[in-house]
């Protein structure tokens, strides 16, 4: 059985870890927990350290829990924020906390052996009375205590609503809970969730006479200074839906050299050996980027499925690559527009182009070339293509040339792009 520790190590995964915690995970198969915040109906990247986190200590031999916060996601978490959360109703949260168990799904065993168990914090929460929960918890945690942590510090200037201010009780609650009934020694989490983790801990101590654990993570960032998760569009999501597939494998595949460097040991399930010879064959030729297409692939794999890889890889050699009108027209609306994002776009109306000559598309129809000398200089050249075919003065327009009905794609020389929008 592999040192779970040490695997995070490694991997540049430890932020804080408390004393005794590597001995207990020495001595005994150990159940651990991370929680997860079910406020949208997908994960995204930034999840999946917490989500590695748990995969290594699966694989390392011991017991993932996944904690979906049913109860907490009404209340909302203080730490890192600057301001509240909105509060979600019942039914929103049971759809968000069935969708996250299926993404979990590709990287944890929910059966066999050491079998990942997910919990929600509503089945405890729901039938505990507030008198009671201030009574038999609130007690035990001093009001000087709950200050002092860095989460509520920072929040204290701006406003602090006393739902938000009683996070780090209900969080601590869940890990005194699982102690109780499960068994679960020992929390897992991002560094800024070190206050509501000991919180935990200290309640384990004082109601249940106990002792627990914990282990925080680095929160990662970028080299440029930029948020580690975020694209232009906002989050790299799991779900296809909102970030297809072809999107995800180009922000893996985007990474700067120094990001691939740390992202492949917290992403990856690559061994130390298998990694250190990616980074040594990345560095011989550094523009093959060998370590990025390593980590796109594998992640792209884990998270859709090769299918998916496949047509990613695909859309990503249309721009840059060689590739032919099979391929233009392999690809779904969604995945097609994101490829040619940022390319010069134009309206036609289909009755208009339809029958119409290579230079009246060129020229009059789209904008793209500037006069009728200009394309029939170029395509004497051999340096117009429509959707990725090479064509002549003497081309005309047919519906069948229309991809999924709605597009034409004119391209000069290797580069130079332009997407007619049929309306």
Request: glycine fraction near 8%; include cysteine.
């Amino acid at each position: 059985m592999k040192n779970f520790v040490e695997e995070l190590k490694w991997r540049g995964m430890v932020h804080d870890m408390m004393p005794g915690v590597e001995e207990q995970f020495e001595k005994e198969m150990t159940g651990a927990y991370i929680g997860f915040d079910p406020t949208a109906d997908s994960l995204h990247v930034g999840n999946l350290v917490q989500i590695m986190t748990l995969r290594h200590l699966q694989n390392c031999g011991h017991k993932p829990y996944v904690l979906v916060g049913g109860a907490t996601g009404m209340v909302g978490d203080p730490s890192g924020k600057s301001a509240e959360r909105n509060l979600l109703d019942e039914e929103t949260l049971n759809h968000n906390v069935a969708s996250v168990r299926k993404q979990l799904e590709s990287f944890l065993r929910f059966e066999g052996d050491n079998a990942a168990e997910l919990v929600n914090n509503y089945d405890w929460f729901k039938e505990f009375k507030f008198l009671d929960f201030i009574r038999d918890v609130g007690k035990h945690i001093t009001i000087n205590y709950m200050t002092s942590k860095d989460s509520v510090q920072k929040r204290l200037e701006t406003g602090l609503s006393f739902t938000e201010f009683s996070y780090q009780l209900v969080q601590g609650y869940d890990f005194y809970h699982l102690w109780k009934n499960k068994g679960v020694k020992v929390q897992l989490g991002g560094s800024d969730q070190w206050g509501n983790i000991t919180t935990g801990t200290e309640l384990i101590r004082r109601i249940g006479k106990g002792e627990a654990f914990a282990i925080t993570t680095p929160l990662i960032t970028k080299a440029d200074g930029t948020k580690f998760g975020k694209s232009e569009g906002g989050n790299i999501w799991l779900d296809a839906e909102k970030t297809s597939p072809y999107k995800f494998y180009q922000y893996w595949i985007n990474a700067s050299d120094e990001d691939a460097k740390n992202f492949i040991k917290i992403f990856s399930e690559k061994s130390r050996e298998e990694i250190d010879a990616i980074i040594e064959a990345h560095d011989a030729e550094p523009h093959a980027r060998n370590l990025q297409k390593a980590l796109a692939e594998e992640l792209t794999i884990k998270v859709h499925s090769q299918e998916a890889l496949n047509t990613a890889i695909k859309a990503s050699q249309i721009l840059f690559g060689k590739s032919t009108t099979e391929d233009l027209k392999s690809l779904d609306t969604q995945t097609f527009l994101q490829v040619f994002e940022g390319v010069p776009q134009a309206d036609v109306v289909k009755a208009d182009v339809l029958g119409a000559g290579i230079i009246d598309l060129l020229v009059a129809k789209s904008g793209f070339l500037s006069s009728n000398g200009e394309a029939r200089r170029d395509l004497k050249a051999n340096s117009i293509s429509v959707n990725k075919e090479k064509v002549t003065e003497g081309y005309e327009l047919a519906e069948a040339d229309l991809i999924d009905g709605q597009f034409i794609l004119l391209q000069k020389g290797k580069k130079n792009y332009f997407l007619l929008r049929i309306v």
